[in-house]
């Protein structure tokens, strides 16, 4: 799976973003996705995943109720939005796949099978 990432840039805290992942190669609806962040001199750590089907989604605490992950697999994309954004905000977010046909979501990085390259997210005060 190619997974190519969009949407990042500058925004105001609390402003909104929305990220875009776009995957090819694949039988997309065969992958959980899942959106994480990495934040300089700290762990990549999830924001977001969601199951194939959208029936399981997680949310990391930190992002719960300003965040939205959502995925249309006849466009083979997934989609982030971020609203009230914060400072703390401020990172690299990727997009990654999972092959998972049965339904899960999992939270650790090493789970994940494929990548996209990153978009920066930078969110002032």
């Known amino acids: 799976v190619q997974l190519q990432a969009s949407g990042g840039g500058l925004v105001q805290a609390g402003g909104s973003l929305r990220l875009s992942c776009t995957a090819s190669?694949?039988?997309?609806?065969?992958?959980?996705m899942g959106w994480f962040r990495q934040a300089p001199g700290k762990e990549r750590e999830l924001v977001a995943a969601?199951?194939?089907?959208?029936?399981?989604?997680r949310y990391a605490d930190s992002v719960k109720d300003r965040f939205t992950i959502s995925r249309d697999n006849a466009k083979n994309t997934v989609l982030l939005q971020m609203n009230s954004l914060k400072p703390e905000d401020t990172a690299v977010y990727y997009c990654?796949?999972?092959?998972?046909?049965?339904?899960?979501?999992?939270?650790?990085?090493?789970?994940?099978?494929?990548w996209g390259q990153g978009t920066l997210v930078t969110v002032s005060s």
């Open positions: 969601i199951s194939w089907n959208a029936v399981n989604i």
């Open positions: 190669g694949r039988t997309f609806s065969n992958y959980a």
């Open positions: 990654a796949a999972d092959y998972s046909p049965v339904g899960r979501v999992r939270n650790d990085p090493k789970e994940y099978d494929y």
